[in-house]
C-alpha cells in the first residue's frame, strides 16, 4: 500500500467529503492500486488546507470500449 496525494478542486472536494461523488477520473501517472490511501488536497489556486482521505476499493483501467483512454483510470472507494 502507498500514499498517493492529488488535487481537487473545491465543487469536487466538497461533494468527494459529503460522500456524494465516490471516484475520480485521472490521468493514470501514478499506478494507484486497490488498498492504496488516496488524499484528496483541496486547490483553489492555491492549497487551502483542507483534505480527505479515502482508501481505494477500485480501479479502471484500458477500457477503451467504455470510452476510458487508455492513459487514464477511474478511481473507486
Known amino acids: 500500500m502507498k500514499t ?9 472536494f466538497r461533494a468527494v467529503r459529503a460522500r456524494e461523488k465516490n471516484f475520480e477520473i485521472r490521468i493514470d501517472e501514478d499506478n494507484i492500486q ?3 490511501l488516496l488524499i484528496l ?8 488546507g483542507n483534505s480527505v482521505r479515502r ?8 477500457a477503451p470500449a467504455l470510452g476510458l483512454m487508455s ?3 477511474i478511481v473507486g472507494w
Do not use: A
Not at 498517493?4 to 469536487?12: G, L, W
Not at 488536497?41 to 487551502?48: A, L, P
Not at 482508501?55 to 484500458?62: C, H, S, T
Open 34 to 36: 486497490v488498498g492504496d
Open 71 to 73: 492513459e487514464y483510470c
Open 41 to 48: 488536497e483541496e486547490w483553489d489556486g492555491f492549497y487551502t
Open 55 to 62: 482508501y481505494v476499493k477500485y480501479v479502471l483501467r484500458d
Open 4 to 12: 498517493v496525494r492529488k488535487k481537487i478542486i473545491p465543487e469536487y
